[in-house]
């Protein structure tokens, strides 16, 4: 008995020494593991790569990754299904490298405020919409209206993947419009055009509150230059098919035109800084060193006695709200009317306003569109109104 211990004591420590050799396969100790989980997740950190991220730069627009991290407050973000790859319902992507699906989603805080994010990888099959990654957003969607937090998609994508693209499903996004109409008004929603987008996510921000486009990259169609062309026969290029000066000026889908990644996450920070977590909590006040009694004699300058006479609005807005600051909404679409977020005593308030500078303020289609979708956003965020008003009729 004692000599059969003995051997049993014997293998045990050589079994020791050889460490994980006699471990079963997928059954690596657990340090050796945990090592593994961090590596697949830098190189998924990397998208389609260095040579693609390279080529991002060239174009002069940010990795999806940057933007987040210029977006959120640093070390808030958490995300959700970074080892995401294309499902495997869809036989034609059997053995494509597609990290996270090519869309990165999760949630951190802007400015102090949580909020959800969904960011289109452009580095990974062009930001194609994947069932996989589709499945995702969906469920980011569904956490941020069960939890009230402000979603924002930042956009670079070629639209849904057409490997995939079968069926009502779409890739898996057929539930998108129907919870975007559910969660208009109860949550603010910001679609930031940062890039290229076509078909399905060209969709996400025509049902949005707030969609800002940068100048010569941010453009959105239902088909592509090249689809034009194969059906019609017409060569066109993306930004005069849907870039931001199509959008922000003609069709009024854009609202704000910036010039590159930077800024246009500076306009979604904001543009959030006037707005409540939900359509149940009031919109954040903010100390202002501007006092609330300031009386402005320029105003009695700027106001002509004749009413033949133009002038421009925003001197006026410039004079009555905290610190000469406002954020415009549309400014280059139905010129003819002004919509801007300000504070008053350092309450955020809606501006409605004529701009007798262009054709003496009148309201004509676009302008009265542009009012009214305005005035619902505020309603439905709690947001107070100002009306300035000086028209002499309406066209």
Known sequence: MEGALAMASSEQERDTERGSEHLLP?????????????????????????EKIAK?????????????????????????GIHGRPHFAQRAMEGVEAPADGVITGWGDVEGRPCCIAAYDFT???????????????????????????????LDSAGA????AAGSMFAGSGHLF???????????????????????????????????????????????????????????????LGGAKVHCRKSGVGDLEVKDDEECIDAVKRYLSFFPSNCEEKPPQRESEDPDDRMSEKLMEIVPDSSRQPYDMYDVIREIVDDGEWFDIKPKFARTLITCFARFGGQPAGIVANQPKHLAGILDNDSSDKAARFINLCDAFNIPLVFLQDVRCRR
């Open 178 to 240: 129907r919870e975007e109409v559910e969660m208009s008004g109860v949550i603010p929603m910001v679609a930031a055009m940062m890039g290229p987008c076509a078909a399905g996510t060209a969709y996400i921000p025509a049902l949005s509150d707030f969609v800002p486009m940068v100048s010569g990259q941010g453009a959105m169609a239902l088909a592509g230059p090249h689809l034009t062309k194969a059906v019609t026969g017409e060569e066109i290029s993306m930004e005069d």
């Open 26 to 50: 997928g059954t690596a100790p657990l340090g050796e593991l945990t090592d593994q989980l961090h590596a697949a997740r830098e190189k998924a950190k990397l998208g389609g790569g260095e």
């Open 161 to 164: 993947r057409i490997q995939e």
């Open 56 to 80: 991002q730069h060239e174009r002069g627009k940010l990795t999806a990754r940057e933007r987040i991290a210029l977006l959120v407050d640093e070390g808030t973000f958490v995300e959700m």
């Open 124 to 154: 990974v099959m062009a930001g194609s919409m994947g069932m996989t990654g589709e499945l995702k957003v969906t469920r980011l969607r569904e956490m941020a209206l069960r939890k009230r937090m402000p979603f924002i998609w930042l």
